[in-house]
């Protein structure tokens, strides 16, 4: 019987020790985790796809936390090691083991900007996302133009191409439809598509957002008169065989040549956009201004002259070229 007793006693000993020891062990991984981390400045890493045990190390060897034991450890006891994520993370200096567990958890990963300029063909936009290196895998072919709406576009790293595509396309589709739901009207275009068209060679004419819906007007009220757009980003466009840069200023003779997307010599819309146009000149093609001009200029300043008749517009070509001239002189007056 006193053996017995003896036993029982040691083994509540044992018993007890250990509830101790746990019990501390436990309060020591609960300090342990809000205790700030070794990392002395803000550090973005990418953290690999592996198990838990590797993905503890990998985390000590790069100095986020000090004890790759007790993090798994953590990790276990929460109910997180399924939980963690890969990919590319921000963190701040002294971070503590909890939120390096919640940031895993949460996969917030660093975004990067891809920024796609408005009235790039799809092609300068195709070679853009090749040369993003945080993107990852092929694209398509390049489609035509028009179907990409440009956008500063935010993506993880590894982000797959043809999905950041994907997301452009739709973008389009939808600022299409709910622009075209909210257009004037009277609008010389059949579909949604021709918008697109006129939308493109407004975002080629003026860079300048507050002379996109002035420009969609000539444009728009030459249509209605069945006059010429007389465009010259289109001769540009017919001249380099679908491109948007033609290195040099345009000659009378360019403005002759026989293509389907000169609008010099067709009448109407070319047959397709000659650019992707951003929201901006969208909008001005489906609301233009309520003006009467049917011609414009550049003004020698970035911007342009707009005239209601083709006597304004002799004025204000005669203007422009005694400002090109003088600048060719280095006049400053």
Do not use: C
Request: proline share 7%; no cysteine; net charge neutral.
């Amino acid at each position: 019987m006193r053996l017995v007793v003896r036993l029982v006693g040691a083994l509540v000993s044992v018993a007890l020790f250990f509830g101790v020891a746990g019990f501390l062990g436990l309060r020591w991984l609960e300090r342990w985790l809000d205790a700030p981390g070794p990392l002395a400045e803000e550090r973005i890493l990418v953290v690999p796809r592996s198990g838990l045990g590797a993905l503890s190390a990998f985390l000590e060897e790069n100095g986020i936390v000090d004890r790759a034991w007790a993090f798994e450890l953590a990790a276990r006891l929460s109910g997180r090691e399924r939980a963690l994520k890969a990919g590319e993370y921000r963190f701040a200096a002294g971070t503590t083991p909890r939120a390096v567990l919640e940031l895993l958890e949460s996969g917030r990963v660093v975004l990067h900007r891809i920024t796609i300029p408005e009235g790039l063909t799809t092609r300068e936009v195709h070679a853009l996302l090749e040369a993003a290196e945080v993107l990852e895998g092929p694209l398509p072919p390049p489609g035509r133009n028009g179907t990409l709406l440009p956008e500063t576009w935010l993506v993880p790293r590894g982000e797959l191409r043809i999905r950041v595509l994907e997301r452009m396309q739709e973008a389009m589709r939808a600022t299409l439809e709910e622009l075209w739901a909210g257009r004037a009207p009277g609008l010389p275009y059949a579909r949604p598509e021709e918008a697109v068209i006129l939308a493109s060679l407004v975002e080629r004419e003026t860079p300048k957002e507050e002379e996109r819906p002035l420009v969609a007007a000539v444009f728009v009220n030459r249509l209605k008169l069945g006059m010429r757009l007389q465009s010259d980003p289109t001769v540009i466009f017919a001249l380099t065989g679908g491109r948007n840069e033609l290195g040099r200023p345009l000659s009378r003779k360019d403005l002759e040549i026989d293509h389907p997307f000169n609008t010099y010599r067709i009448a109407g819309l070319p047959p397709e956009p000659i650019a992707n146009p951003g929201r901006g000149a969208l909008a001005a093609a489906l609301r233009p201004a309520e003006v009467d001009y049917l011609y414009f200029v550049a003004d020698g300043r970035g911007g342009h002259l707009f005239a209601r008749d083709l006597a304004e517009h002799n004025r204000n070509v005669a203007r422009w070229r005694q400002m090109r001239e003088a600048a060719e002189r280095g006049d400053d007056g």
